[in-house]
C-alpha cells in the first residue's frame, strides 16, 4: 500500500484556519468514526506528476483519510489515472485496499473540508504554505490542476501571477519563472456536479490526461 505522507510539511494536526478547525470539530462529532482531519497527499514521494484538487469532501477523504476516495470524484479520477498507467487498479476504496500511484502523486489545495465545499480566501492563503512544500519535494514535471481554486493555488505556491496563466479546461502552460520547468495542466474538476451536467465528460477529461501522459513519456 502506498501511504499518505505527512512529512515535510504537512502538519496533520494543523489547526491554522479557526473556522475549517471548528467544522471538522462538529463533522467529527457528528460523524465519530470519519477520518474528518487534514487530510495528507497520497502517492510517493517523488513523481512525475502532481494531481491537485480543491479540498476533501464531507464523505469522501474526509471520511476515508485519503484524497478522492469514498466519493464521485474520485471514481473518475482513478479510473482515468489507472487508464493512463498512473495507478495500480482503476479505484480508490479506503487507505488498506492496496492501490499503488505509479509516478503520480494526489492531494489538494486545502487540506481541511471546508463548510459547503468552499475555502475562503484566507484559508487558501494559509493552506498554501503546504502546496509550496509538496512541489518542492515531488519534483514534478507536470502538474494537473483540477478546477480553477487550485490552478490559482499551484500559481500561488509557485509565486506566480495568475493574470498571466488564466485557467481553461485543457489549457496548457509552461512555467519557466521559478518553477523549473513544470507544465501545469488544466482540466474542470471531476466533481459529481460537473460530470452530471456534462461539464466534463469522460471523453474530455481522458484528453487531458492522455495529454499529460504522452508529454511524460515523450523522450526529452
Not at 112 to 131: A, G, S, W
Not at 156 to 185: D, K, N, Q, T, Y
Request: charged residues 20%; contains cysteine.
Amino acid at each position: 500500500m502506498t501511504k499518505p505522507i505527512s512529512r515535510p510539511g504537512f502538519n496533520p494536526a494543523c489547526r491554522d484556519c479557526p473556522r475549517l478547525a471548528k467544522f471538522l470539530d462538529a463533522v467529527r462529532a457528528e460523524h465519530p468514526a470519519y477520518y474528518a482531519r487534514p487530510v495528507a497527499a497520497f502517492g510517493p514521494r517523488r513523481a512525475q506528476l502532481l494531481v491537485v484538487g480543491l479540498a476533501p469532501g464531507m464523505h469522501g477523504a474526509n471520511r476515508t483519510g485519503r484524497p478522492f476516495t469514498g466519493d464521485h470524484a474520485g471514481i473518475l479520477l482513478y479510473a482515468t489515472l489507472h487508464k493512463f498507467g498512473f495507478a495500480s487498479r482503476p479505484s480508490s476504496k479506503g487507505r488498506d485496499d492496496g492501490l499503488k500511484l505509479l509516478g503520480c502523486r494526489v492531494t489538494n489545495a486545502v487540506k481541511c473540508l471546508p463548510p459547503q465545499n468552499k475555502p475562503r480566501r484566507d484559508e487558501l492563503r494559509r493552506c498554501n504554505r503546504f502546496l509550496t512544500v509538496e512541489i518542492a519535494t515531488v519534483g514534478p514535471r507536470a502538474v494537473l490542476a483540477l478546477g480553477g481554486v487550485a490552478h490559482r493555488a499551484v500559481l500561488m505556491a509557485l509565486g506566480l501571477a495568475p493574470a498571466r496563466w488564466p485557467f481553461a479546461h485543457g489549457a496548457v502552460h509552461e512555467l519557466s519563472e521559478g518553477a523549473a520547468g513544470i507544465r501545469l495542466f488544466d482540466s474542470y474538476h471531476c466533481s459529481r456536479y460537473n460530470t452530471q451536467t456534462k461539464r466534463l465528460t469522460v471523453s474530455a477529461f481522458e484528453a487531458v490526461i492522455g495529454d499529460v501522459a504522452l508529454f511524460l513519456r515523450a523522450p526529452r
